[in-house]
């Protein structure tokens, strides 16, 4: 079974917003982990936003 589009935007938001996921589906979880490593690699890159072209 696949995510719904607002499942994920849920779960989405959980994860930027430091929250705990809440639930112990195995679908989610990896979600979940999946945007945390994404937030955690673009914080080392640097890459938190739209750089400017001045």
């Given at each position: 079974m696949t995510l719904s589009a607002h499942r994920q935007h849920k779960i989405y938001i959980a994860a930027t917003m430091e929250y705990g996921l809440g639930s112990?589906?195995?679908?989610?979880?990896?979600y979940y982990k999946q945007i945390k490593e994404e937030m955690k690699?673009?914080?080392?890159?640097?890459?938190l936003g739209i750089s400017r072209k001045d």
């Open positions: 112990e589906d195995p679908e989610e979880v990896a690699r673009d914080r080392e890159k640097r890459n």
